[in-house]
């Protein structure tokens, strides 16, 4: 049997990423396996620790937004069948009919994605073009991973309470949860911490060289929009994401605060889409869906997300499990498919350690 350990440094051997962290636990604090391998950062050199900072991408889509608007939901600030419209003056009449809980669940209709970035557009420019966006199909005709759906959730959370997802998340879930390492726009001191994404290559003709992005987020999207949306953005720890998920499987507290309500953290877990649609929680994938990455053996009740930059976490409240793997994959600029391939046995190797 591999060691979890012996893995990421395979996957470090093959290529797959610069570096890389992981940690699978059960509750309430019992610590299976972790560690790191790798670099955060190539030059100079800085290896990849427990306490390394990543940019988790898509995990800002459960973590920051999805939990915060169960948060206004459960605070009687709407319910999740309004339409999104509704809270987003001057939306196009394309938006009529999608739902909050729609957005949620990727079957808006709306497109999965759309350049919103390199046309000198701004950020209220960009919005203003996501409130007028053309629905690809009818409602609920099909699955789509909807980016912009998630962008309209975090305007939704700004046109409701007065705040940005980002400073709505810091005061409700994050400081609240004591995440100290979890939050957008990173600042500058927490550069030495934070792992590299992506290499600027100079445009072509200039002499080779550029910078490393680190610490700016690797969403193209996201950065136009202020490095603030509801898609992507957040960056986080190991530690901090075990807490995140004690406070879930938790059925919203963990120790002496709460997050949610024990009703609607039950139904962050639970698939909310009919049959025949890829399957998909209140924020989470889960099984039918293709999109989760939980390999063979983990049990039907698992449920999770990833992230482009090769960040993933995977819950199983059966068995009070959470799974935790975070890397810098898109730094290597290579397919993703051998790394996703390596996600899944991964998966499978921490099923074959619990007993």
């Known amino acids: 049997?591999?060691?979890l350990q012996g893995m990421i440094e395979e996957g470090l051997a093959?290529?797959?990423?610069?570096?890389?962290a992981f940690r699978v636990f059960r509750m309430p604090d019992e610590i299976v396996a972790s560690g790191a391998a790798g670099h955060a950062q190539a030059e100079?050199?800085?290896?990849?620790?427990?306490?390394?900072?990543?940019?988790?991408?898509?995990?800002?889509?459960?973590?920051?937004?999805?939990?915060?608007?169960?948060?206004l939901a459960e605070e009687?600030?709407?319910?999740?069948?309004?339409?999104?419209a509704r809270f987003l003056p001057g939306a196009s009449p394309s938006l009529a009919g999608i739902t909050i809980k729609h957005c949620l669940t990727h079957i808006s209709g709306l497109k999965p994605w759309e350049r919103l970035h390199s046309q000198g557009l701004s950020r209220e420019a960009i919005v203003e073009r996501v409130r007028a966006s053309e629905r690809a199909r009818p409602i609920g005709a099909g699955y789509a991973y909807s980016d912009l759906g998630y962008i309209l959730l975090g305007e939704v959370i700004a046109a409701v309470t007065g705040a940005s997802v980002a400073e709505f998340a810091r005061q409700r879930i994050f400081e609240p949860l004591g995440m100290r390492d979890t939050r957008y726009l990173p600042p500058p001191e927490w550069r030495g911490r934070?792992?590299?994404?992506?290499?600027?290559?100079?445009?072509?003709?200039?002499?080779?060289?550029?910078q490393v992005l680190v610490g700016t987020v690797h969403d193209d999207n996201c950065d136009v929009l202020g490095g603030v949306a509801g898609h992507a953005g957040l960056f986080g720890s190991l530690s901090d994401l075990q807490t995140y998920a004690q406070m879930l499987l938790g059925e919203g507290?963990?120790?002496?605060?709460?997050i949610l309500a024990p009703l609607a953290a039950r139904q962050k877990m639970r698939n909310q889409n009919p049959p025949g649609l890829n399957g998909h929680t209140l924020g989470w994938f889960t099984r039918p869906s293709g999109f989760l990455p939980a390999g063979d053996f983990l049990p039907d009740d698992t449920f999770g997300h990833t992230?482009?930059?090769?960040?993933?976490?995977?819950l199983s409240p059966s068995l009070g499990l959470a799974v935790i793997l975070l890397t810098n994959r898109v730094y290597q600029e290579r397919d993703a498919g051998d790394f996703l391939r390596f996600r899944r046995r991964f998966h499978n190797a921490v099923a074959g350690l619990l007993v």
């Open 14 to 20: 093959q290529g797959l990423y610069l570096g890389a």
């Open 253 to 258: 507290a963990w120790g002496e605060t709460r």
């Open 307 to 314: 992230g482009f930059t090769g960040t993933s976490l995977l």
């Open 76 to 84: 009687g600030a709407f319910h999740l069948d309004e339409e999104a």
């Open 44 to 71: 100079p050199a800085v290896p990849a620790a427990e306490d390394t900072i990543w940019d988790l991408a898509s995990l800002t889509k459960p973590l920051a937004t999805a939990t915060s608007i169960l948060i």
């Open 194 to 210: 934070i792992a590299a994404t992506r290499r600027l290559h100079p445009p072509q003709g200039q002499p080779p060289g550029g």
């Open 1 to 3: 049997m591999h060691s």
